[in-house]
């Protein structure tokens, strides 16, 4: 039964997919990321394009529009359409083995249409928009206030839910009614810019000097004749002797450039002076030579002259 072809250590069935969490640490949660909806850098890091927008939060006084038609041209008034146009641009196809289990496609995360009530018709109305989800303010949804776990994303309310919330978060007035007594965390600074606070001149008087700590490289034994900072410290003469022996090094330096240069130059006119000898040598036995020739050749033309004098003498 047990022989061949089973998986060594094979993955279990029952894996732990979910983490059990407190009730009130879930609703802290969620009511961290309605709060962090309205602030405008967290909207900004995750992506979306909002400089059309007249504010956040962006409540909107009625959205229960029948078609999708209808709702893209609302949605355009408000400034939505940058974004909307966004996430319909940002369909692409998955990358790795994920496409072929029933997700080939992924999108870029949209507006979020939280509704009341009284807008009961915007769920089928925003059903085909990419990247646009829509959520009842009674069952709001932890994975689409932050998707990924970024917190910021970019909600539109109707005026209904809007007004819902503080029946159902309750103030620091009063308890959750929906949340059953559920109370909201207090802010625990007034101010949150750390380093503002940091750098202030009150608490920077407080503080105490920076410790240096003492590192047992620092502690170590240098050798003053590798170490010129140490052999400087030890001996003030040492850096006199060195510039004294850089600047007779640079003399010795420029002597024998200029013997070399003066050597090469009594070569050049030693080796001239024979080569103009040899070639006054040379252009001497070449004018030897020709004037050799032409008193030879006189020669022969004067005893031919005579010879023809003399036989015309015997005739």
Not at 22 to 33: C, E, G, P, W, Y
Not at 179 to 197: E, F, H, P, Q, W
Not at 214 to 224: F, R, S, V
Not at 270 to 283: C, M, Q
């Amino acid at each position: 039964m047990c022989r061949k072809g089973r998986m060594f250590a094979p993955l279990k069935t029952w894996r732990r997919w979910h983490r059990k969490i407190n009730l009130t640490q879930k609703r802290h949660a969620v009511a961290s990321a309605l709060a962090s909806s309205a602030v405008t850098p967290l909207v900004l890091a995750r992506g979306h394009r909002i400089s059309e927008a007249p504010e956040l939060p962006l409540v909107v006084n009625n959205l229960n529009v029948e078609t999708t038609k209808t709702l893209i041209g609302v949605l355009r008034k408000l400034g939505v359409g940058e974004e909307l146009k966004r996430t319909r641009e940002s369909r692409k196809v998955r990358q790795g083995h994920g496409k072929v289990r029933n997700g080939r496609y992924v999108l870029r995360k949209g507006p979020l249409i939280i509704y009341g009530d009284e807008n009961t018709l915007i769920k089928r109305a925003a059903k085909n928009l990419p990247g646009v989800d829509t959520c009842n303010v009674h069952r709001l949804n932890l994975l689409q206030l932050a998707p990924g776990g970024h917190l910021g994303r970019f909600i539109i309310w109707t005026k209904d839910a809007f007004s819902q919330l503080n029946n159902i978060f309750g103030n620091y007035r009063a308890k959750g009614v929906e949340k059953g007594g559920y109370v909201l965390n207090r802010n625990v600074m007034t101010c949150a810019d750390l380093s503002r606070i940091i750098n202030s001149d009150q608490v920077q008087s407080k503080l105490r000097l920076v410790r240096k700590s003492t590192h047992a490289h620092d502690l170590q034994k240098k050798n003053p004749l590798k170490n010129r900072a140490l052999m400087k410290k030890l001996n003030p003469f040492h850096q006199v002797r060195r510039e004294a022996e850089r600047l007779a090094q640079e003399a010795r330096h420029k002597k024998r450039v200029a013997g070399a240069k003066a050597l090469r130059k009594d070569k050049a006119t030693k080796a001239g002076k024979k080569t103009r000898n040899a070639n006054f040598k040379a252009l001497q036995g070449g004018l030897t030579d020709k004037y050799a020739a032409l008193d030879k050749e006189i020669a022969d033309e004067n005893a031919l002259d005579i010879m023809a004098e003399e036989s015309e003498d015997d005739e």
